[in-house]
C-alpha cells in the first residue's frame, strides 16, 4: 500500500515505516502530524486518483527530527566584466517517519 502526498509545494511517493525529508513543518519532535492532501491512493490492485485530493484519505506521520540539508553553493561570474559572486544556501528540513495511510 502506498499513497502520494503534496507537502510543502512537492509530491512524495509514501510506504508505512518509510522515512522522508520535507520542507520544514513547525511541529515539535517525537509529535504526529497528519497529512490531509492526499492525490493517490493504491491498495494491490485497486488505486484511487483524487480530483484533485483523495476525500477522506489522510496519512499519519510522527516527526522524527528537524534540520538543515547541506550547503549548496552558488558562483556566478560574467566574463570580461570584473564580476564575481559567491553565495551558500541550507534548507531547513522535517524528517517524517509515515505510521499510518487511511483510505
Known amino acids: 500500500m502506498y499513497a502520494v ?3 510543502g ?13 520535507v520542507e520544514q513543518i ?13 492525490l493517490l491512493v493504491a491498495n494491490g490492485e485497486s488505486v484511487t486518483v483524487g480530483t484533485p485530493l483523495v476525500a477522506g484519505a489522510t496519512v499519519k506521520a ?5 534540520g538543515r540539508h547541506d ?18 544556501h541550507r ?5 517524517l517517519q509515515i505510521t499510518a495511510i487511511n483510505a
Open 5 to 7: 502526498v503534496k507537502t
Open 9 to 21: 509545494g512537492k509530491q512524495y511517493k509514501v510506504v508505512i515505516g518509510e522515512k522522508l525529508k
Open 71 to 88: 550547503k549548496v553553493r552558488i558562483f556566478k561570474m560574467r566574463r570580461r566584466k570584473h564580476y564575481q559572486k559567491r553565495q551558500g
Open 91 to 95: 534548507q531547513n528540513y522535517t524528517e
Open 26 to 38: 513547525p511541529a515539535d519532535i517525537n509529535s504526529e502530524i497528519v497529512l490531509a492532501e492526499v
Open 62 to 66: 510522527t516527526v522524527v527530527s528537524q
